[in-house]
């Protein structure tokens, strides 16, 4: 029997699957333009409080850890030196430009397990939750509106050495609450009260 008109169905197939997938990634980046990565760096970032190496996964919309966003410097995965700083965290990104966090666009830093096509073992990956920065006049207000509705983020990384996790996470927490935890609860109180 010919085996050519197997041969050629299974590479139209394929050619369609692949024309698929880049089209598919084509409306997702057009969905996405609007969002950026990161924030301006500071001149002075503060002390550094620790840093890791780690693997980039994915950056996904808060709480849709199975849908990659598009965004510039955030789009693959990659190898990545994590560092925390006083003002905030550096995600260096190989093959991109540093990617600032202030540790007032920190929410929460976690565990997780799952986040698109990585599946570890439990508390495998650390998940950090933050506020994007879109900047003004970036969008019409009917895209905008679209853009406020994903400036939610979780990145999720998979720390290389088991012995940085625990300090890369407490440092997180430690500049995050400096922001949202203690001084915001006493000016909370402040405002009950008066």
Known sequence: MDRSVPTIITALVLLGVLVLMWRSWRKRGQR????????????????????????????????AP??????????FRARAALTVTAAGITLDLDGNQPVFVPADAIEAVGAAQVAIDRAVEPDGLVRLSWRLNVPEGAASAHSAQNTE???????????????????LVEAIRTIAATITGPAAAAADQDESEA
């Open 32 to 63: 996405d333009a609007a969002l950026t990565a990161g924030y301006p760096m500071p001149s002075t970032v503060g002390t550094v409080l620790t840093g890791a190496e780690s693997y980039y996964v994915a950056t996904t919309p808060r709480d």
């Open 66 to 75: 199975l849908e990659r966003l598009s965004i510039r410097g955030l789009g």
């Open 149 to 167: 509705d994903r400036r939610a983020v979780d990145s999720y990384f998979r720390i290389i050495d088991p012995n940085d996790r625990a300090r």
